[in-house]
């Protein structure tokens, strides 16, 4: 699917820390220092570069880490892409609507993208691992942020999806925005 601004939406299945891509966006936590899943696949295989950058930023403008919907760049260290825009996403709530936050993760990712230079963008479905927000809700709001908001530099943006579930999830999102035009 192309965005208003021309910007492809494609969904792949797959390993994120395997993507060659600009940027490749990390589902950080807000120490910044790593972590579990998609975090910690990304710093281990990205290498102890991006662990240094990381401590770089958590020494001079985020001390208390990165607040939940910023995002910022490091180097992708030996992944294969020039940057990780890392951001942090909201645990989800049954009690509170945090979906502006969640959005803003995708939003504020692609702004830092953007001014990077960057023309293509890999992302991980944030939130919807341990943070534990519901898959379907979590591609709704995914890829209408990114349909919304993605624009030129940015030429392509790829959700890569771990398992087929999360394939699946993202995919009848798509369809369902591709329907309502």
Known sequence: ????????????????????????????????????????AIHRRGG?????ACRELRASRYGKGLRTGQAVATTAG????QWVVHTV?????????RSALLASCY?????????????TVAFPAISTGIYGWPMDDGARIALRTVLEVAAPPVTE????????????????ALEALEAQG
Request: charged content about 25%.
């Open 89 to 97: 996403g909201p645990v989800w709530s049954s009690s509170e609507d």
């Open 1 to 40: 699917m192309r965005t208003p601004e021309g910007v492809t939406v494609t969904l792949v299945r797959g390993d994120i820390t395997r993507q060659s891509a600009d940027v490749i966006v990390n589902a950080a936590n807000s120490s910044l220092l790593g972590g579990g899943g998609v975090d910690g």
């Open 48 to 52: 102890p570069e991006i662990l240094a």
């Open 78 to 81: 030996a992944l294969d892409a």
């Open 107 to 119: 939003r504020e990712s692609l702004r830092v993208a953007a001014e990077s230079g960057a023309r």
């Open 157 to 172: 943006v790829r959700f890569v999806l771990f398992d087929a579930q999360a394939y699946a999830e993202f995919e009848e």
